[in-house]
Nanobody
């Protein structure tokens, strides 16, 4: 089992920045690829970013590419999502997820563990 706890969400103005954090515990963190997803009210959960076990390989949705950065610190069992130039339509609950593989994936169904989410609100 892997437990994931997100933090860092909050209210930010459009164009602003936030850094989300996800603390992992339970198993060897470096055995897991990690991802971030988000779900806005009335919408399905969607992929945002993912990284491999080392953070050396990353993937982003087209909508966030160039503005968001995923990173991880295996010594601290942490994964981060730096979000710049936030837009009002990006307000959502952001979820951290862990995949029982060292290889990243953008497919939601391939993640094995999920956090409870952290709310991001972007005011216009």
């Amino acid at each position: 089992q892997v437990q994931l706890v997100e933090s860092g969400g909050g209210l930010v103005q459009a164009g602003g920045s936030l850094r989300l954090s996800c603390a992992a515990s339970g198993r060897t963190f470096s055995n897991y690829a990690m991802g971030w997803f988000r779900q806005a009210p009335g919408k399905e959960r969607e992929f945002v970013a993912a990284c491999s076990w080392s953070g050396g390989s990353t993937a982003y949705s087209d909508s966030v590419k160039g503005r968001f950065t995923i990173s991880r610190d295996n010594a601290k069992n942490m994964v981060y999502l730096r979000m710049n130039s936030l837009k009002p339509e990006e307000a959502a609950v952001y979820y951290c997820a862990a995949r029982g593989s060292i290889y990243l994936t953008i497919r939601e169904r391939e993640y094995d563990y999920w956090g409870q989410g952290t709310q991001v609100t972007v005011s216009s």
